[in-house]
């Protein structure tokens, strides 16, 4: 099948709960994404921080969102997403530095996944044992081949 498009790759995921600073925790804190802005709308019920992975081509924005009223819409705190996938470039590090850190995983540890590639998921819900968490988003870690540790690593 021809398309009038490619899909280049991940401009951006939002995610959005009742509060920022549980986002922020795991996504600015514990995964080391920057903060690049900050974009608040009445009209589209939303405070938003952007931050972004990558630079340049392979800058990727994941936006963090909360409502200004949990009481209005839209509700950009109650959309569902399903899992987000991040590569890693040493996922066995990955896992034992978050999980020393209080970041809960998912059942099954490191795996194969799908394509081949070693996966894990951080869990959705944190628990008191494990205090960070995916704030209702699953999370898939992803142990990024040579070739794109080569390409994106830089």
Same mark, same amino acid.
């Given at each position: 099948?021809?398309?009038?498009?490619?899909?280049?790759?991940?401009?951006?995921?939002?995610?959005?709960?009742?509060?920022?600073?549980?986002?922020?925790? &795991? +996504?600015? !804190?514990? =995964?080391?994404? $920057? /903060?690049?802005?900050?974009?608040?709308?009445?009209?589209?019920?939303?405070?938003?921080?952007?931050?972004?992975?990558?630079?340049?081509?392979?800058?990727?924005?994941?936006?963090?969102?909360?409502?200004?009223?949990?009481?209005?819409?839209?509700?950009?705190?109650?959309?569902?997403?399903?899992?987000?996938? &991040? +590569?890693? !470039?040493? =996922?066995?590090? $990955? /896992?034992?530095?978050?999980?020393?850190?209080?970041?809960?995983?998912?059942?099954?540890?490191?795996?194969?996944?799908?394509?081949?590639?070693?996966?894990?998921?951080?869990?959705?819900?944190?628990?008191?044992?494990?205090?960070?968490?995916?704030?209702?988003?699953?999370?898939?870690?992803?142990?990024?081949?040579?070739?794109?540790?080569?390409?994106?690593?830089?």
């Amino acid at each position: 099948m021809t398309r009038p498009f490619r899909v280049l790759g991940i401009q951006q995921i939002a995610i959005g709960g009742p509060s920022k600073e549980k986002l922020r925790r &795991l +996504w600015v !804190d514990m =995964l080391g994404l $920057a /903060v690049t802005g900050n974009f608040v709308s009445e009209r589209e019920n939303v405070d938003e921080d952007i931050c972004a992975i990558g630079q340049g081509a392979h800058k990727v924005e994941v936006d963090l969102m909360q409502p200004l009223d949990p009481e209005k819409k839209p509700a950009v705190h109650t959309t569902p997403l399903n899992h987000v996938g &991040l +590569w890693i !470039d040493d =996922l066995p590090k $990955a /896992v034992e530095w978050l999980t020393a850190q209080g970041v809960r995983f998912a059942p099954g540890g490191i795996r194969k996944g799908a394509a081949g590639y070693d996966i894990c998921f951080l869990h959705p819900k944190a628990s008191e044992e494990f205090p960070i968490a995916g704030e209702g988003v699953l999370i898939e870690l992803v142990q990024a081949p040579p070739e794109v540790i080569a390409a994106l690593g830089e």
